[in-house]
């Protein structure tokens, strides 16, 4: 009779759930596993991604931020070869440098640059700083036309990206 009473009790209220209740925890975590791969399969796009974006982001960090020991050279050297190909005369320029803020490694290379030529001859210069393989800005620009000469006095401002390119230092026992 016991052995009967226990039966019973296996029937009505079997351990671990009924079979509707087995049947509904089932559907319940098949309903969550999908939605877990679902995300899973976000996150790894997702990772895909920034991991494509950092790898742009270092190629065009490498291509177009010049290093500090060469910046001002190059600089000026791109500008007169950009003057030299479209004709134009330069004149005087002026260099200055200013931290980017945010960056502890960055800075805005400040040139400003006078050119005088003939407007032909500055659309050309344009075209060219356009095409440049150098990461020149043009910030400002002032032209002035030289009385009864058909030429013009240009006052530009180019900025370019400097990137520290000494290596980095521990910080030790407070001194550098």
């Keep these: 009779m016991l052995c009967n009473a226990v039966g019973l ?6 351990p671990g759930g009924t079979r509707r209740e087995l049947s509904e925890e089932m559907l319940r975590i098949h309903d969550e596993m999908a939605a877990m791969r679902s995300n899973a399969a976000r996150v790894k796009n997702v990772a ?3 991991q ?3 790898g742009q982001a270092v190629t065009f960090e490498s291509q177009y931020f010049l290093p500090r020991r060469t910046a001002y050279q190059r600089v000026l050297a791109e500008l007169q070869r950009l003057a030299q190909a479209s004709g134009l005369q330069a004149r005087d320029s002026v260099n200055t440098e ?3 803020e945010g960056s502890d490694s960055l800075s805005l290379l400040n040139v400003a640059a006078r050119f005088d030529g003939t407007y032909a001859q500055f659309v050309k210069f344009l075209y060219e700083v356009d095409r440049s393989p150098m990461l020149l800005m ?3 620009l002032g032209a002035t036309p030289q009385q009864n000469s058909g030429h013009i006095t240009a006052d530009l401002r180019f900025q370019a990206i400097i990137q520290d390119d000494t290596p980095a230092m521990e910080v030790t026992g407070g001194k550098r």
């Design 138 to 140: 043009l910030d400002s």
């Design 98 to 100: 200013e931290p980017i």
């Design 52 to 54: 494509l974006g950092h």
């Design 9 to 14: 009790f296996w029937c009505l209220d079997p």
């Design 48 to 50: 895909a991604k920034v």
